[in-house]
């Protein structure tokens, strides 16, 4: 198995301010994917954290708002850009080695006002 | 797309019940996972099913191939096991995306002692 952790678990931010979040795995994993959880509702894919290029993006989520970095094999950050009360959510990380062994992460839960 | 319901939305049950909660989808899958989410938004695996039963502790889950159906059990059920159950399926084999998950919305279980 592997342990994500994320910084921080959870944050405040204001209106048009940025915030990074990141992913640590304790061992490598194949791929490494970001969620979003709205209140109330299922969990998102925002995009696939590629490793040492661009993130591949799900529609409806853009790199403008949401750039990701993947340096190495157990390591990615996700920044909600220009933040709005509408990015309050739970963001979550997630790694593979195969498509059947799935570890998350504990998640940050973002509040914008 | 494949959509994935779960029923009940809400479950309240008394210490000691045997619980059910369903979860069906719409389109072939490589996996169906089964995750418990706790009040802080971490999230753990319970069970990767692509057939058959599997059986931890007091959890049981069972898939339907056929029907895209599954089924998670708990027997004896506690206080401590409250907590949001989310069904979430891999997509099938073609072009890669068996990587990628798709989640139901989630069943919030209250056991009352």
């Known amino acids: 198995s592997a342990v994500i952790s994320q910084k921080p678990s959870r944050d405040i931010c204001q209106r048009g301010t940025s915030l990074t979040i990141q992913c640590q795995v304790d061992?490598?994993?194949?791929?490494m994917f970001w969620y979003r959880q709205q209140p109330g509702q299922s969990l998102t894919l925002i995009a696939t954290a590629n490793q040492g290029s661009e993130a591949t993006y799900e529609s409806g989520f853009v790199i403008d708002k949401f750039p990701i970095s993947r340096p190495n094999l157990t390591f990615s950050t996700l920044t909600v850009s220009n933040m709005s009360p509408e990015d309050s959510s739970i963001y979550l990380c997630?790694?593979?080695?195969?498509?059947?062994?799935?570890?998350f992460g504990p998640g940050t839960r973002l509040t914008v006002l | 797309k494949n959509e994935v319901e779960q029923s009940p939305q809400n479950l309240t049950a008394q210490e000691g019940e045997f619980i059910t909660i369903n979860c069906s989808y719409s389109?072939?899958?490589?996996?169906l996972h089964w995750l418990q989410q706790h009040p802080g938004g971490g999230i753990v695996s319970l069970f990767m099913?692509?057939?058959g039963k599997k059986k931890h502790g007091r959890l049981i889950a069972t898939i339907n191939i056929q029907e895209k159906h599954s089924s998670l059990h708990i027997t004896a059920s506690h206080p401590r096991d409250s907590a949001v159950y989310i069904c979430a399926v891999n997509g099938d084999y073609s072009g890669g995306s068996n990587y990628k998950l798709t989640f139901g919305k989630g069943t919030l279980l209250t056991v009352n002692p």
């Open positions: 061992s490598q994993v194949t791929m």
């Open positions: 997630s790694g593979t080695r195969t498509y059947n062994e799935q570890f």
């Open positions: 099913l692509s057939s």
């Open positions: 389109v072939g899958i490589s996996a």
